[in-house]
């Protein structure tokens, strides 16, 4: 079996082969450490499995799966990220995601999840499976960046962050004012006015590290 392994902390990637190792005989790794590394990787190559962080240098994560599904769709793909399930993991799902889980419980539901994806399925925690029970019921309205498109979600992140149009525009491979027309619409459906909102809203829903 082979596993790919798309992390930027060498440590985690490292922790990662410790337990899987020991869960699963005869198991070969890849690594890389950044989106466009993970993408090429990835599709140069077969894999079982693609265990990949939501956020790494470049593109991001979700970008990555999206291009994995468009161009090698059956290679499985677990999302594994800091952020918290509510946050992150209906997206990663709708971006095509088998499993999500988050390095704090990593450890305790990591076998399981592989086990279940390798199998053909989806793993999903007890606690998304609820949020997504009461969202889909309607008992919960989602939150506001929830209105946006994954391009759209992509720019937030990057403008919290601080990242200037410039360097969003050459990151993404877009012009100046493509990224300034995105970040217009983002403003209005969250109904903002400012960068500064943006960030205080991204940094208090912990949607930037």
């Known amino acids: 079996m082979k596993i790919l392994l798309a992390d930027d902390h060498a440590m985690l990637r490292s922790g990662l082969k410790l337990v899987l190792a ?118 919960q309205s989602g939150m506001l960046h929830e209105r946006l498109s994954a391009r759209e979600f992509e720019i937030l992140r990057l403008i919290a962050s601080g990242t200037t149009v410039k360097e969003i525009a050459a990151n993404l491979c877009l012009s100046g004012n493509t990224i300034s027309t995105y970040r217009t619409r983002i403003l209005e459906k969250m109904k903002m006015h400012t960068n500064a909102e943006l960030t205080h809203y991204a940094i208090s829903n912990h949607l930037v590290e």
């Open 22 to 139: 020991e869960a699963f005989k005869d198991v070969k790794f890849g690594e890389t450490e950044n989106c466009q590394q993970t993408l090429d990787t990835a599709l140069k190559h077969p894999w079982d499995l693609v265990i990949l962080d939501i956020s790494m240098p470049g593109r991001g994560g979700l970008d990555v799966l999206k291009e994995i599904r468009a161009q090698r769709p059956k290679i499985p793909v677990l999302m594994l990220s800091m952020y918290t399930e509510r946050q992150f993991a209906v997206r990663a799902f709708r971006a095509g995601a088998n499993g999500y889980l988050t390095k704090a419980s990593a450890g305790a539901e990591l076998i399981r999840a592989v086990e279940r994806i390798l199998a053909g399925g989806h793993y999903v925690s007890t606690d998304l499976a609820e949020h997504l029970v009461s969202v889909l019921s309607g008992a």
